[in-house]
């Protein structure tokens, strides 16, 4: 996260607030300031972090980012990359391009699996009109619910087919 000096008249956070505010665990956000992916978070009386409003827009943007997928190896890459400033872009743009390629290629592969099971639903509605499955159409997506056993009350168990 780049430098900049702290108003006087800024809201200060927990680490409380910021975990509430965040969706990240406490735990995570001492991780984050240990490997050097936070910085610049002040102390309080007794030693307790304190956070600004910038730490919350970068924290979000490292939550958002994680979530796709990227290793904390690249992650700690590119802050490194964000605090060498302007002369760094190009490999900054490099590191979120070859993310970019994995995460198509990840979703092609989550389009390949769903239509596998799209054919395996479509092969027991075919097939198996006996379990009665009720199919919703949405948005181009099924829904499909299985009806409970009739003994146990449970939903019937479903083969899971394997994904290349």
Do not use: N
């Amino acid at each position: 996260m780049p430098e900049r000096k702290r108003q006087p008249d800024e809201h200060r956070y927990t680490i409380t607030e910021v975990a509430r505010l965040t969706g990240l665990r406490a735990h995570t956000l001492r991780w984050y300031e240990e490997m050097g992916l936070v910085t610049d978070v002040c102390r309080g009386p007794g030693g307790r972090r304190s956070y600004e409003a910038s730490h919350l827009r970068w924290l979000d943007f490292l939550a958002e980012v994680r979530e796709t997928g990227m290793t904390v190896a690249d992650l700690t890459r590119y802050v490194e990359l964000v605090r060498a400033g302007e002369e760094s872009v190009t490999e900054r743009l490099a590191l979120l391009e070859a993310h970019r390629c994995r995460l198509d290629d990840e979703a092609a592969r989550l389009e390949r699996c769903l239509r596998h099971v799209d054919d395996r639903l479509a092969s027991y509605e075919r097939e198996e009109p006996r379990l009665a499955l009720s199919v919703e159409r949405t948005s181009g997506r099924s829904s499909h619910r299985v009806p409970p056993a009739p003994s146990t009350g449970r939903p019937a168990a479903a083969p899971v087919p394997a994904c290349a």
